[in-house]
């Protein structure tokens, strides 16, 4: 059995006051039988931190630097993640490939470096609407995925999260079918299958983003491949987010 996660990604929103107020309404209304994870921008990451503290809720980076320090102006390094009190830590997200230029080499090294650290990456992937209309999601996918796990053990890819999250699909409303997602997610569970092994495939959780709503988790969450969700407008404001969270319970 595989724990069904919900993270939040807040992207660029939220000053201090409004993540700690966030939090807090999400922390109180968390279930225990789901894994609930926060990802707010870098400047509230101890204040979220320190509403967090005591409970479940996991705390994530949207980003960061491979190397534990240095001369890297604007980034922030793993360890210093962790020594906030992040647990997780989003990697690859496609508005970090599309806008600043995120290679699968530089996913590759950023997840290995979470891994070394104790962070539990969020390795995301997905096809743009053009390589889905040109048939090629299943190759880009697989290269994504086949990049970011390459060199990685077994057990690290078991304990690692996947966040499947078409392009096409991300803050314009537009989600993909059920089916849709369970295709792609049944595709990179069978392709991790082979790289890394059966039993690290059957325990790796695959989570499905792209305008996850409350009226969409349902039927998304029915599906067999699918371990949880990606959420990003949709977690800026606790009730639509705990709604996701507190998805129907029939479908667990
Ligand atoms: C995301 O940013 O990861 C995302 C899935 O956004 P949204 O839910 O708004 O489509």
Redesign the pocket.
């Known amino acids: 059995m595989r724990r069904p996660v919900i993270a939040g ?1 807040w ?1 660029m929103f939220k000053t201090v006051a409004q993540a700690e107020a966030l939090a807090e309404a999400v922390c109180q209304g968390a279930s225990g039988d789901v894994d609930v994870v926060m990802a707010p921008p870098f400047t509230a990451l101890s204040a979220v931190a320190q509403v967090l503290k005591g409970s479940r809720v996991g705390l994530a980076g949207q980003n960061m630097h491979h190397e534990t320090e240095g001369a890297f102006t604007g980034e922030v390094s793993p360890a210093m993640l962790k020594d906030v009190g992040c647990s997780h830590v ?1 990697l690859g ?3 970090r490939r599309q806008l600043f230029g995120e290679t699968d080499e530089g996913v590759a090294r950023k997840t290995g470096a979470a891994l070394a650290h104790g962070l539990t990456p969020i390795v ?1 992937v997905g096809e743009t609407l053009a390589e889905r209309e040109g048939a090629r999601t299943m190759e880009v996918v697989e290269r994504q995925v086949e990049r970011a796990l390459r060199g990685l053990s077994a057990d690290q890819v078991a304990a690692l999260l996947v ?1 499947y ?1 078409p392009v096409w ?5 537009r989600t993909a079918t059920p089916d849709q997602a369970q295709e792609v997610h049944a595709f990179i569970r069978k392709h991790v299958s082979g790289s890394h092994g059966a039993p690290a495939a059957a325990a790796l959780r695959i989570l499905y ?5 409350p009226d969409n988790i349902g039927a998304l969450m029915a599906q067999a491949d699918l371990d949880g ?7 800026l404001e606790a009730f639509s987010f705990l709604k996701i969270v507190h998805y129907p319970p029939d479908v667990r």
């Open positions: 990604n992207k989003i997200h496609s508005e995301c966040a999250e699909a991300i803050g314009t409303g983003g792209g305008s996850v709503k969700a990606l959420v990003g407008g949709a977690s």
